[in-house]
């Protein structure tokens, strides 16, 4: 029995799904739909090649035991969108299988990592099933999502959990609870922070800032693995160049927050042993690493939206557009590969009624 096998057949069965009702099949999926599906099975199988490694590497009972769960749910997602498209006679993504992951090699990540990992990963599936969920009107397909995402909820609840009874869950810093509901009144003193005097970071600019600092170093740590053991150049090149980014955006945050006199989260590195057997395929490592570039930029654009403060505007503006460049390359170096499964499309009607 393979490895995703066992995970099939393992404890799938926490967040049971209602089978796929027949009277819905002849309704055709929509665009929407098929975009959500069609990448949400290509993370979920790669979820489902990375975490039987971590839950083979994992020994504390209480992080295999969340680690085992994430890997449950992946490998059942899979299953049921498996299940959608074959319904609907859409042709199954390639996504990723046994041969682009390795359990017995060697420990690469401190079980540490692998639960901050779940937890990382955890938040950006709640974010990318909560916008299928809204962009989806096929009731099966939003009954698959709403699972999705309380599994989602329920992997980031028991990992934050671990975390907290280990003393091991980063929390951005305490401010002062104000006595009084104030109005603001200075326009330009609402968003001052370029030149002189800027106004304190107010909650959410905290919030967000400590929040990206904590997924560039986890991201970091991940990619300083990922380059330990890959054995392409051009993609180790390019690992190299995006954790060089990382590292400068981190650093920039970070001062930001003590300029405020504000702490910042720790960092994750020595969280990678020396391992140089390489768990992952290349093409899960290249595809991995430019999803959480796409997340990255997300994840400023989210900031963007909430902060005021305008040297932390131009700060996460600067970062996506880097990000944007830094993404691009990847998708541009997975299709020199040819690694890059194309996103289904409507149809070319200029190519049509040319024939």
């Not at 060697?106 to 809204?134: N, R, V």
């Not at 939003?142 to 599994?151: I, R, S, T, V, Y």
């Not at 990847?330 to 289904?344: A, F, H, S, T, Y």
Request: glycine share 6%; with cysteine; aromatic share 10%.
């Amino acid at each position: 029995m393979n490895n995703l096998e066992q995970g099939i057949n393992g404890t799938a069965s926490e967040t049971p799904y209602h089978a796929i009702q027949h009277n819905l099949e002849n309704i055709q999926l929509t665009a929407a739909e098929i975009g959500q599906l069609w990448s949400m099975y290509l993370a979920e199988s790669m979820g489902a090649c990375m975490l039987p490694y971590f839950v083979a590497t994992s020994k504390d009972p209480d992080i295999h035991s969340v680690l085992q769960f994430a890997l449950d749910a992946s490998v059942r997602h899979v299953q049921t969108i498996t299940a959608i498209f074959q319904a609907a006679y859409f042709p199954i993504p390639h996504g990723f299988t046994d041969e682009d992951f390795d359990v017995s090699a060697k420990p690469l990540y401190s079980e540490t990592f692998m639960l901050l990992y779940a937890t990382l990963m955890a938040k950006y599936a709640i974010l990318g099933f909560g916008l299928a969920y809204t962009s989806s009107s096929r009731p099966d397909v939003k009954q698959f999502f709403e699972g999705c995402l309380n599994d989602s909820t329920a992997i980031s609840k028991k990992s934050h959990a671990v975390l907290l009874a280990k003393g091991l869950l980063p929390k951005a810093a305490y401010i002062p609870i104000p006595d009084r509901v104030e109005y603001t009144h200075d326009v330009q003193g609402f968003y001052k922070g370029l030149i002189g005097d800027k106004r304190p970071l107010n909650a959410l600019e905290i919030d967000h800032l400590f929040v990206n600092i904590i997924s560039r170093s986890l991201r970091n740590t991940l990619t300083t693995g990922f380059e330990q053991t890959t054995k392409s150049k051009l993609i180790k090149d390019y690992l190299s160049r995006g954790r060089l980014i990382n590292d400068k955006q981190i650093d920039i945050l970070s001062q930001i927050l003590e300029d405020d006199d504000l702490s910042t989260p720790p960092n994750y590195d020595h969280l990678v042993t020396e391992s140089p057997e390489s768990p992952f395929s290349d093409k899960l490592i290249l595809f991995h690493f430019t999803t959480l570039t796409a997340n990255a930029i997300a994840g400023a654009g989210v900031a963007l939206s909430n902060c005021t403060r305008s040297d932390v505007l131009l700060t996460f503006g600067r970062f996506i557009a880097e990000l944007g460049d830094l993404a691009k390359d990847g998708v541009n170096l997975m299709i020199k590969q040819g690694w890059l499964e194309r996103v289904p499309e409507a149809a070319n009607r200029k190519e049509l009624s040319s024939q």
